[in-house]
């Protein structure tokens, strides 16, 4: 299994993750990644007043630290 890292973008702000999530596959990998990114849409929705929209997505690297792409989602 590789380990892949899932660093978060919400409004320009950027957290690394350094800790990173064994995976056997990309399919795991594509699952985790909207799962999670799904999970900030969900919470950011009901930490939200004023209905702004706003930009986030989560970048994934394996651990050579090479880019396994990006997904976004404005809500």
């Known amino acids: 299994m590789a380990r892949y890292y899932f660093d ?3 409004e320009g702000v950027l ?4 800790e990173g999530m064994e995976l ?12 999670s990114l799904a999970d900030m849409a969900r919470d950011a929705m009901h930490g939200s007043t004023n209905g ?3 930009y986030m997505a989560i970048e994934v690297r394996d651990e050579p630290g090479l880019d396994g792409g990006q997904i976004q989602f404005p809500s």
């Open 8 to 10: 978060l973008l919400d």
């Open 15 to 18: 957290a690394i993750d350094e």
């Open 24 to 35: 056997s596959n990309l399919q795991a990998v594509q699952a985790d990644a909207a799962k």
């Open 52 to 54: 702004a929209k706003r």
